[in-house]
């Protein structure tokens, strides 16, 4: 049984090699995004791997399916690159991992929340050159601050009660109040009182209803200096939008992990290439602005927890054409 993995990182072939030893899968790494142009190497497969920026449109489907491939695997939790309709209408499952470590992301948003508020980044190129001033590092406490989530699901409860934990007040927005949180002190609000937030963190899904949620519109409803912090996916933010916040000062402080043109840059060595994403630089050119190239999954528990799951999904695909973990079956 083959399974073709497209995006794959030297840490993919480590990780799920460790694991297919006791499974015995033929397991074929490629660098390339999974595009109509790439398609053929998934020639012979059973099964193709992919992640977050590969997309895997209608027409990749119609073809994946005319080469005998079976399943799509997403190695990732999100799955708005992948045309479920399409897949399901070409005979494809498709499966994903929900849930794995969901710390692993709140966490990396504490450290972005972190790193933008007490400047420890200026703080260590500044010691190292022995300049010991502290002009410039000024930042604020966080017990007492209002917390604005936006998805209480897997990663926004694990990022919920961390904030509870530094003392916040957690106030968040969802389609679905959870009951566990409420006991915790999470509040729930509608969206136009969550977004009055001293801090704000998304952590719900990309679709139809949530693309640039965060635009001219809802920026203007922010508390005026407001730090906004997305680990969730790039979509959901209006670049354009929020550099304008940025030049007026309505976002004060800017943590991303995703950028909506993040499919052109990340998870690639570009420090010799000129970039021509204008938007980005600009966004790099601000001070108060963090960026993180999409590593906010990136633990050593989060990636054994993807290849145990995914190459579990695939063996109880081929083998029983289902599986036990439903959550995982997207179609
Ligand atoms: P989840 O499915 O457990 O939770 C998503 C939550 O969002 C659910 O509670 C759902 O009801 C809520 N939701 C759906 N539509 C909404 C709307 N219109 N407004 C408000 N809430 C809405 O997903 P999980 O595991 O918590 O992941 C969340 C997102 O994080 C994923 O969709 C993915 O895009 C992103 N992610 C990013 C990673 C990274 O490395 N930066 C890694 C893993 C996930």
């Known amino acids: 049984m083959k399974i073709v993995f497209f995006s794959a990182q030297p840490y993919d072939n480590l990780f799920f ?7 015995g899968f033929e397991l074929v790494f490629q660098e390339v995004r999974l595009t109509e142009r790439t398609i053929n190497l998934a020639d012979g497969a059973d099964a193709v791997c992919v992640f977050v920026n590969d997309k895997v449109t209608a027409e990749v489907c119609k073809e994946l399916s005319a080469k005998g491939v079976k399943i799509i ?11 479920l309709e399409a897949a399901k209408a070409n005979g494809l499952r498709v499966c994903r991992v929900p849930a794995y470590s969901p ?3 709140a966490e990396h948003a504490l450290a972005l929340i972190l790193t933008l508020n007490r400047k ?20 604020f406490n966080l017990h007492g601050k209002t917390v604005g989530v936006i998805g209480t699901g897997n990663i926004g409860k694990a990022f919920c009660r961390i904030m509870l934990g530094m003392g916040c007040k957690v106030q968040a927005f969802d389609l679905i109040a959870n009951k566990d949180l409420e006991a915790l002190g ?15 963190s998304l952590h719900c899904p990309l679709n139809n209803q949530t693309a ?21 996916r790039g979509g959901l933010v209006d670049t354009k939008a929020t550099i304008k916040g940025l030049k007026s ?4 402080y800017l943590g991303i992990d995703v950028y909506e043109q993040e499919e052109h840059l990340f998870f690639r060595d570009l420090s010799s290439a000129v970039i021509q994403d204008d938007e980005i630089q600009r966004l790099m050119s601000f001070p108060n602005v963090l960026i993180t190239a999409h590593q906010a999954f990136f633990t050593d528990e989060a990636l054994s927890q993807i290849a145990t799951t995914t190459l579990n999904n695939v063996q109880q695909l081929l083998k029983m054409g289902n599986l036990n973990n439903q959550a995982a079956l997207l179609v």
């Open 17 to 23: 090699n460790r694991y297919n030893d006791t499974l």
């Open 73 to 83: 695997a997403l190695r990732c939790a999100g799955f708005n690159n992948v045309d």
């Open 103 to 105: 710390e692993a992301v």
């Open 120 to 139: 420890t980044h200026k703080a260590y190129n500044r010691v190292r050159e022995q300049n010991f001033s502290l002009n410039g590092l000024l930042g």
């Open 186 to 200: 999470v509040t729930y609000h509608p969206l136009t009182e969550v977004f009055k937030s001293d801090i704000l």
């Open 212 to 232: 640039y949620l965060i635009n001219d519109d809802t920026i203007a409803m922010m508390k005026k200096g407001v730090m906004l912090i997305n680990t969730s």
């Open 249 to 252: 000062g309505q976002i004060a």
